[in-house]
């Protein structure tokens, strides 16, 4: 299973932001961590354009986004962004896309969020094949007729992962995705609900077996503060809970809320943590490292502590 961390705007100013996330990553790289997952949150930097720049600073880490939401472009727009962040990585993106949730789409951006299912589908058919260029991209469907030209081409593979919750997503990403980058699934959920419908699809599709990406708050801690972690895990993660995406996936496994997903405790804990997702079928994990502390130095130095330690961990699972 190979091991990556999400790196992320956080709030704060602007003009640091940026130099923060190339910090991040250029650790991530020095310690040999396989994989960065950049996160697009609704009120901030754009994952794409951050991927891009992230490359230029780098030569292997592979570099994710997790996940682009599909409604807020068009398919061939997207595929040319991301296009284009794939060639300034130097062919190392892994583009996560997904159809995310009503909060964001319709009463965020005020656009329609009718049959997500449906419209994902006929959106992987255009971006797929406006990935594959150069040359026409002639798709029509329910959604799109789309007859486009292109010259451009992938430098190198481009894996493209769903954010795939429920069964028709999961069937969706086995047919037409390298897999499906995860949020709220706890083993049980990925063993007996993700792994099982998301293989069937991808083989029946004759494709190869799918990447399974399981993202997981991790905190290292001492026994003693393992309680302390699950409620800051609840307190600065948990508004994703209100989807009904989300709370569909939960009802998969045995986790109520973000807390019951948080692995915290010593490096040995961790370790058996990340085993238990690996033998569930994850094929990464992304892991959001979580701090703790009352206040400023202590939350730096519980995430300084609790990377160096993923970081060896990540050696060790290799």
Request: glycine share 10%.
């Amino acid at each position: 299973m190979r091991i990556g961390v999400m790196i992320g705007p956080e709030k704060g100013d602007t003009t640091r932001k940026l130099d923060r996330m190339l910090r991040d990553i250029a650790w991530a790289e020095l310690v040999g961590i396989e994989t960065a997952w950049i996160p697009q949150i609704p009120t901030d930097f754009d994952a794409l354009i951050t991927v891009a720049a992230m490359g230029q600073a780098t030569r292997r880490i592979e570099i994710g986004t997790a996940v682009v939401p599909l409604q807020a472009q068009h398919p061939v727009a997207l595929a040319r962004q991301a296009l284009s962040a794939h060639a300034a990585a130097g062919g190392r993106l892994a583009l996560g896309v997904g159809p995310s949730h009503h909060w964001i789409v319709r009463d965020m951006l005020g656009l329609p969020y009718e049959k997500p299912g449906g419209y994902t589908r006929d959106y992987l058919e255009v971006l797929n094949a406006s990935l594959r260029g150069p040359g026409p991209v002639d798709v029509t469907n329910d959604s799109f007729t789309v007859h486009n030209p292109t010259d451009l081409a992938p430098v190198a593979p481009l894996p493209v992962l769903l954010a795939a919750l429920g069964p028709v997503m999961l069937r969706i990403a086995g047919e037409q995705a390298d897999g499906t980058v995860l949020w709220m699934a706890d083993e049980r959920a990925i063993a007996e609900h993700v792994v099982p419908k998301i293989g069937k699809a991808a083989a029946d599709a004759g494709r190869p077996a799918p990447r399974i990406v399981a993202g997981l708050p991790v905190c290292l801690c001492t026994p003693g503060e393992v309680d302390e972690a699950r409620a800051r895990a609840n307190r600065i993660l948990g508004e994703a809970e209100v989807s009904p995406n989300y709370q569909r996936l939960l009802e998969q496994g045995d986790a109520r809320n973000i807390g019951d997903l948080c692995i915290a405790g010593d490096q040995a804990t961790i370790v058996a943590g990340l085993r238990r997702y690996a033998d569930a079928g994850a094929t990464d994990v992304s892991v959001r490292l979580l701090p703790i502390g009352d206040n400023r130095d202590e939350l730096v130095a519980s995430k300084r502590r609790t990377r160096e330690m993923i970081a060896e961990v990540a050696r060790e699972l290799r």
